[in-house]
């Protein structure tokens, strides 16, 4: 069992930058796959990104190539999302959620149901 805690959300204007961070406990957290999703209001969750277990591989969606970096601490068993050059449409509730297994290939696990733990979510504004 991994319980998943996101935090560093909040209200940023248009052009700023975030740092969300995903805390793990319970399980190994070096052995998880870690992916990054958002949700906006009316909209289906959308893929962001996903690191590989020691953080040599991470993959992005092409809506946020470049924008968003995805890293990992496993001494701290925490993952992060740095976001930059915010827009409105990046305002969102972010997820993040844990995958059994050193890696996964990026059409897995861009995939919401190859994950097995989730996170409740941050709450992302951006205003314009």
């Known amino acids: 069992q991994v319980q998943l805690v996101e935090s560093g959300g909040g209200l940023v204007q248009a052009g700023g930058s975030l740092r969300l961070s995903c805390a793990a406990s319970?399980?190994?957290?070096?052995?998880?796959?870690m992916g990054w999703f958002r949700q906006a209001p009316g909209k289906e969750r959308e893929f962001v990104g996903i690191?590989?277990?020691?953080?040599?591989?991470?993959y992005y969606a092409d809506s946020v190539k470049g924008q968003f970096t995805i890293s990992r601490d496993n001494a701290k068993n925490t993952v992060y999302l740095q976001m930059n050059s915010l827009k409105p449409e990046d305002t969102a509730v972010y997820y993040c959620?844990?995958?059994?297994?050193?890696?996964?290939?990026?059409?897995?696990?861009?995939?919401?149901?190859?994950?097995?733990?989730w996170g409740r979510g941050t709450q992302v504004t951006v205003s314009s």
């Open positions: 959620a844990a995958a059994e297994g050193y890696f996964c290939s990026s059409y897995k696990c861009s995939s919401p149901q190859s994950y097995k733990y």
């Open positions: 690191i590989n277990w020691n953080g040599g591989t991470t």
């Open positions: 319970g399980r190994t957290f070096s052995i998880y796959v």
